[in-house]
């Protein structure tokens, strides 16, 4: 089982750029959430998709959209990238089937870097 | 808004010694997750406490959920190099699937 994963590992953008992160979640889950973390603090939620459908989102812009496809996996996109942006983003997998209080599994994430 | 707020925010010691985390909020929660982060890595669920007064052990770590449930410690006995990471609580938004997530308490053991 390959667990979450996530690419690219790596990314630096300039502002005003837009970006696409991936995520392939852990076998067996259908949901799949995306999570924001600037250094030194927790991560933020950004949104969760089920169902190919965002259920639930945080308190970020329209500048961050995201999708799920029919295999589960999932896209985080950015658009006008500001310095701010610049942050580990993190990709979350679980199972409906599990209720509210399901375990997530959490990928490697991926490093973007606004310049 | 809700905020978890964790304490310390950094903690070094040395490799033996017993520490404790917390985890503190204003807020009532139906449950609440502990995860440890390490450099390059996502964060891994430790354990999910649900019960006001719950304590739960994972060998060298005690984790406890307030009696009101507003809040949480973990305590580790005999610490490890292996035990440094970043510790971070978190709680899901009643009636969401929004989970919020503590400031962290980066921990260092030195050998």
């Known amino acids: 089982d390959a667990g979450v994963t996530q690419s690219p590992t790596h990314l630096i953008k300039t502002r005003g750029q837009q970006v696409t992160l991936r995520c392939s979640p852990k076998?067996?889950?259908?949901?799949v959430s995306w999570y924001q973390q600037a250094l030194g603090q927790g991560p933020q939620f950004i949104f969760q998709?089920?169902?190919?459908?965002?259920?639930q989102r945080g308190n970020f812009p329209d500048r961050f959209s995201g999708h799920q496809f029919p295999n589960y996996s999932s896209e985080l996109n950015v658009n006008a990238l500001l310095l701010g942006d610049s942050a580990l983003y993190l990709c979350a997998s679980s199972s409906i089937g599990q209720g509210f209080d399901n375990e997530q599994f959490f990928g490697p994430g991926t490093r973007l870097t606004v310049l | 808004t809700q905020l978890l707020e964790q304490s310390p925010q950094f903690l070094s010691i040395q490799e033996g010694e017993n520490l404790t985390v917390y985890c503190n909020s204003s807020?009532?929660?139906?449950?609440l997750q502990w995860y440890r982060q390490e450099p390059g890595e996502g964060p891994v669920l430790l354990v999910t406490?649900?019960?006001?007064?719950e304590v739960k052990k994972l060998k060298r770590l005690t984790f406890q959920f307030g009696d009101a449930r507003k809040d949480s410690s973990l305590h580790i006995t005999a610490a490890q190099p292996g035990d440094t990471g970043l510790y971070l609580c978190a709680v899901r938004t009643s009636g969401t699937y929004k989970y919020i997530f503590g400031t962290g308490t980066r921990l260092k053991v030195l050998a």
């Open positions: 807020s009532v929660f139906s449950s």
């Open positions: 998709y089920y169902e190919e459908e965002e259920r």
């Open positions: 406490v649900v019960t006001g007064g």
């Open positions: 076998s067996g889950h259908d949901t």
